[in-house]
């Protein structure tokens, strides 16, 4: 071999070519990525380079831990876009709409991160979203913070099987408030008297139905008419945890009134407000603006109905195994989490204790 002469990259490898004229930055970095319709090899460009030192050295780095060059400026809001449709919309696998509904609301809470290139975040970038405080101070809930959490996993994984980076941040995350299964104040006798005196107000209905089947707010108004099942009279659902989700609810006996006639009423739905599905916040409003016109003036939350249905149970002497199902909490009693017949038979025993 002549003395000077470079030896040349193994096949595949790619290559540093100076580019012609004055440039600042003269030494482009090729690399082939793919072949053309005619099976030659295609080549993308990595980078520029001031020297041939410099290129060469990124080139052996890329070799090391190739990447996907076409998309290691993809932003968070592209990458996203990428993953939903590869899990939602091409996955194969159906998901319940309180999945997608999760999904997309912890997206909504991310647009800090929108236009930045995902390879470029770190672990304090994902902190961010977490940290994010509202219009009144308050810190995003628990729940909220692990839909967060969730998503930034998920498009981590997605990431990282596309070679868009070489190393996933999203583990490193903490979520930063405590279990938010919020300490509550349960309604007391005579605030359900007076709650079943007032069946027939608009919207008492509603707050009995929580009161005698403990679904957390955004669990139930956002249930699927398919898990309402008027023939067995069970819900079924779940957001929060492992041991909340796709948990059944028998159908209080003395609710079921209310739960057919909204069902009847909405086409199905069970929440309405102007036409379409109520929202959350929407629900809070009316909640609490209900419990004033009918004299209930001790604060109250619609958590409360989850706390006081746990009261009820409790008092009326159910099983704790079955009070931990209903309401969807982890029991070191349960050793499965699949539902036969018999056991919605004692959760419905149990729940007409009350």
């Excluded at 997608?100 to 961010?128: E, Q």
């Excluded at 001790?298 to 079955?322: E, I, K, M, W």
Aim: hydrophobic share 35%.
């Amino acid at each position: 071999m002549p003395r000077g002469k470079a030896l040349k990259n193994p096949n595949g490898y790619g290559s540093v070519v100076k580019l012609s004229g004055r440039r600042r930055k003269p030494y482009e970095v090729r690399v082939n990525t793919r072949m053309d319709e005619r099976y030659y090899p295609v080549y993308d460009v990595l980078n520029r380079f001031e020297t041939r030192e410099a290129a060469m050295i990124a080139l052996a780095e890329y070799n090391k831990k190739p990447y996907n060059i076409k998309d290691r400026n993809i932003t968070f809001k592209q990458l996203y876009k990428q993953f939903y449709e590869e899990k939602f919309e091409r996955g194969g696998k159906r998901f319940s709409d309180s999945t997608i509904y999760c999904t997309t609301a912890a997206y909504r809470h991310c647009s800090p991160l929108y236009n930045l290139p995902y390879r470029k975040l770190r672990t304090n970038d994902f902190m961010s979203i977490l940290n994010k405080r509202n219009h009144k101070g308050a810190m995003l809930s628990h729940a909220m913070q692990e839909h967060i959490k969730n998503l930034f996993n998920q498009m981590d994984r997605h990431a990282l099987q596309n070679d868009i980076i070489e190393k996933g941040y999203a583990a490193f995350v903490k979520i930063t408030v405590k279990e938010d299964d919020q300490p509550g104040i349960p309604f007391t006798a005579e605030e359900l008297d007076i709650l079943w005196k007032h069946q027939d107000t608009p919207w008492v209905d509603s707050i009995l139905i929580y009161i005698y089947s403990g679904w957390r707010v955004s669990e139930l108004i956002r249930m699927p008419t398919k898990d309402i099942n008027l023939k067995e009279w069970t819900f079924k659902g779940g957001l929060k945890t492992t041991a909340g989700k796709n948990r059944i609810v028998p159908i209080h006996s003395k609710i079921r009134k209310f739960v057919k006639r909204r069902l009847k009423e909405n086409n199905g739905i069970l929440f309405i407000y102007d036409g379409h599905p109520i929202t959350t916040g929407k629900y809070i409003k009316l909640f609490k603006a209900t419990l004033e016109s009918i004299g209930i003036t001790a604060y109250h939350t619609p958590h409360d109905c989850r706390h006081t249905f746990t009261s009820l149970l409790d008092s009326a002497g159910a099983n704790q195994v079955c009070i931990d199902r209903l309401i969807g909490h982890a029991s070191k009693s349960l050793t499965k989490r699949t539902y036969t017949h018999k056991d919605i038979e004692e959760l419905r025993q149990a729940i007409e204790l009350i």
